[in-house]
């Protein structure tokens, strides 16, 4: 595949599953190959008046990265004593990551990666693994962008 040095390639994140306290996905590769993603996410409950103006609650999922496209970058992690791919511009955080992580108090923000999601709990399985072979596949693109789908 050739690809000329200013053309961005895409790197899809597809979010699948809200389940409180996190939002599992899936990040699909140019190649084809695919890694199993969680994010941390936060409930919110709301009060409603319907129309017998009887209160009822809604509830709703809001996870911390916005849906939307998103510069990769390649940089130095004082966090983890290596190199991540950050996530640029993104709206009210700083320091947003794609690193290795099977639970979510491994993250406060980031996205966890991992070659499956765990059958039973929320979870990802197999994550350093997942990492090396995304960061292999990564060497490979110029100008990767993130879009992430809700």
Request: net charge positive.
């Amino acid at each position: 595949m050739h690809v000329e040095k200013d053309q961005q390639q895409v790197i899809i994140l597809q979010r699948s599953k809200t389940k409180n306290p996190g939002t599992l996905g899936t990040i699909i590769m140019p190649s084809g190959n695919s890694y199993a993603t969680l994010e941390r996410s936060t409930m919110i409950e709301g009060t409603i008046i319907n129309n017998s103006n009887v209160k009822s609650f809604k509830q709703r999922y809001e996870i911390g990265i916005p849906a939307g496209q998103y510069e990769l970058i390649y940089q130095w992690s004082h966090k983890f004593n290596g190199y991540r791919w950050f996530l640029r511009n993104v709206e009210s955080f700083t320091g947003i990551m794609i690193h290795e992580g099977n639970k979510l108090n491994e993250t406060e923000g980031c996205i966890l990666i991992g070659t499956i999601h765990h059958p039973q709990r929320v979870e990802t399985l197999y994550s350093l693994t997942a990492r090396r072979m995304f960061e292999k596949e990564m060497e490979l693109l110029k100008n990767p962008i993130l879009h992430i789908f809700d």
